[in-house]
């Protein structure tokens, strides 16, 4: 009796608990309702395996069809999983894309999502009428105070669909700056230089714009006659070098335009806040989220600014709503700790690439790598190793003309010097993509090098 | 003792259902974990009340603080809670923000929702290496064949930051057809017109390209000579006035952008399927997204649409692929039920508005409404009423020649009819706002048109 007694407490005491449970569960602070089914849909994405060497996402192909997303893998894995590695796959080195950042967000994987509901911000505009979220404003503002790599104050700040759209329309508005004048602007910068500064100028062939190239050429030239309008833009950290630059022109028929895409703790020093008219950056090179298409600028004269904004009024109106939700999110993750996180990660990343590629590049004499002296970083307040985005690699023997070709035979894809308005003597190899892409080049590196040793089948033949 | 052992069965029983419920509950086939946080932010930005009269958003003024998203509140509404209507408020008729299909998307909040993780496609490129998910582009084909709006055969599909980013790439594109030929091409299209298409083009200022105004006038003028390269924007249905249009010049130097943005069934009856070489769509008036910044081209010409990919390549690098993501979702919506629920929406709400509308112009005689007469629609399978976005206002009276003006001082903020190239005796309303604006700009044209019988001042004055 005394027994039955006592197990009937327990288990009134025990219908007690779970009722509370219960009880508590569907009346606390939150109850998912209809975010259920897009949480699910993304659980189940990031759980699918990919052998680690893929990802499925939430949009993969045949989804629609209600099927499970599937892994897209690496280069040169496959299979279902991604569990099979090709033989004799050329190594990806040819693009920037971030890839190295990610496994930063998987770790952040609660702090950095988002849920976009149908109905968010369908109108072209934010309350204040104007294109661009107040709050990413002030937290990209933040972001520069925290890294200490721009002055912010007493600048606007301008959004873009990539800091490429940011490109034309700072050039845009800097050749319309003086109409009155018949001979277009010329548009020049340093070699080796980005691609796209050139491009977009000859593809949109303005009667107002002509590239120029060279911007140590053009200062020496008998054309430089201080009256021609000049943009010259600046790369710093360059892009393909990573060195950082400084104008070459000056005057008052100069504008300038500062590209600080790089301008990370992860790839360069921080040596000061910039503090320029006009400066653009990256989202791509900031988060990692290059597929976000967004940039944006600083920029001082509100005459320049309106002009940039008027472009890209008339070119986009504006970036997207969801991007600039998604931005807001990735940016407060990182000035919550003081950016100290991703920054400590990147930087970590990037300094174990270059120790093995160095090492690598150290046992060879047919390859050169470029070289600066390391610099104090205002950032992480110690001298700090030379880990740019990219290796700007030199062919030295006298018959490997064609660098890229040389690289490309051994199965490594680069991107040929000329591209960058330099000598094809030049390749630039990407070290920022996924871990598997950096482990692979390493790997087709190393026999690359391990080979100068046997004298080439030309060197046979002679 | 009986008792208390039917007691005790019944609490074990009761003991065991609530452990079942558990152990079920929680190795279901979902646990949320990394979604949490972002699916309740979403829930508690949507569970503000702004009294009907406004939107919190989880990107509102003060999230980064720490804030609750504070609400948004519509035009003329004010108070934390968008409780107070403002006295003596003007109402805004001027922009073509769709917010009508919003309730559309709140009442789909399940299906519509969208989580984005912070890992979220951060490359540059999809798995093709392209800037466009083939998930999104087979719902885009999959909604004109359910719609029966555009034939998709044998058509590129594009992708662009906005319909208005489509069209700078189609201008563009066919104009630099024929590079040989020295003279400017012309852009011509029809009064009343969008504004954009005059805007871009003189703000780029190509030497290329020349804007001309009205397609027709250039028909009978001697400067048609069948030589110089023209490009023919046709709208259709027309913007401002709602019309079907079709193509005015033909010929071996014409190259036609067909621009039908609001060739859906909320505004037009569907008469065909468009056949064209080169049109353009626009999720704003699809969907009601216009904040998304997305729009699509259905391109005939591989040539053509290769210079418009460049065109996009280097003025942005494609489409964010959040935007991506969240419109195959609203998409993937549309189509999941044959479009159905979404339509009859639109077009019920637009059917409505009309009605009132055409109720209150009929007691007038000052104003006048553009009139088109009902056509066979092949989506809805009967006689449809002409409801298209905009009231095109004609100010009948002498004195009357500004209407914009005449609206504005009544307290109506409407466009221009000199922006649509055409007769400042006409002024643009926009019915496809909030119901809120509506409701208002109904309220603020009864008194307009019951004031019509009084004499008016400058009546008085004469």
């Excluded at 009134?12 to 009346?27: D, E, G, K, M, Q």
């Excluded at 950016?339 to 300094?351: A, D, L, P, V």
Aim: net charge neutral; aromatic share 12%; glycine share 6%.
């Amino acid at each position: 009796m005394m027994q039955t007694k006592l197990l009937l407490t327990v288990s009134i005491i025990l219908n007690i608990v779970f009722t509370i449970r219960i009880l508590y569960y569907s009346s606390g602070t939150w109850d998912p309702t209809w975010t259920n089914k897009a949480a699910a849909e993304a659980e189940t994405a990031a759980s699918v395996s990919c052998s680690g060497h893929g990802r499925a996402y939430v949009d993969g192909l045949g989804v629609l069809d209600g099927q499970e997303p599937p892994c897209e893998c690496n280069n040169c894995y496959t299979g279902k999983d991604c569990s099979v590695l090709l033989k004799d796959c050329p190594v990806d080195a040819n693009s920037g894309d971030p890839l190295f950042l990610e496994p930063f967000w998987m770790r952040e994987a609660e702090s950095s999502a988002v849920l976009v509901s149908g109905w968010h911000r369908m109108s072209y505009s934010y309350q204040d009428k104007t294109f661009l979220s107040r709050e990413l404003e002030k937290v990209i503002r933040k972001l520069h105070i925290v890294v200490g790599n721009a002055v912010t104050d007493n600048r606007f700040v301008i959004f873009g669909c990539g800091s490429t759209q940011l490109l034309a329309a700072a050039v845009h508005a800097l050749s319309l700056t003086n109409s009155s004048v018949s001979s277009p602007a010329r548009l020049l910068t340093s070699i080796p230089y980005y691609a796209m500064y050139k491009d977009q100028a000859e593809f949109f062939d303005s009667e107002h714009l002509k590239f120029e190239g060279d911007a140590s050429a053009w200062k020496q030239s008998e054309r430089n006659d201080n009256m021609t309008q000049v943009i010259e833009i600046v790369t710093s950290p360059n892009n393909p070098d990573g060195k950082l630059k400084r104008a070459v022109l000056n005057g008052p028929n100069v504008k300038t335009i500062h590209d600080h895409a790089y301008y990370w703790p992860y790839f360069s020093a921080i040596t000061h806040p910039v503090d320029e008219d006009l400066s653009l950056f990256s989202l791509s090179k900031t988060t990692g989220h290059a597929g976000s298409r967004f940039g944006w600028g600083l920029v001082k004269d509100k005459a320049v600014y309106e002009k940039m904004n008027r472009y890209i009024r008339l070119t986009s109106m504006g970036v997207s709503k969801d991007t600039q939700l998604h931005v807001l999110k990735l940016l407060k993750v990182m000035v919550s700790d003081g950016g100290g996180e991703i920054f400590h990660f990147g930087y970590g990343t990037m300094k174990k690439r270059w120790e093995t590629l160095n090492k690598i590049f150290s046992m060879s004499t047919r390859f050169s790598l470029q070289t600066i002296k390391p610099e104090y970083c205002y950032y992480f307040k110690k001298v700090k190793d030379f880990t740019p985005s990219y290796a700007w690699v030199k062919c030295e023997r006298p018959e490997d003309t064609n660098c890229y070709e040389i690289f490309r035979a051994a199965k490594i894809t680069g991107r040929e010097g000329n591209v960058f308005g330099s000598d094809e003597r030049f390749v630039r190899l990407s070290l920022i993509r996924s871990q598997d892409d950096f482990d692979h080049l390493i790997a087709m590196l190393k026999k690359l090098v391990s080979q100068e040793d046997v004298p080439s089948e030309n060197f046979h033949v002679i």
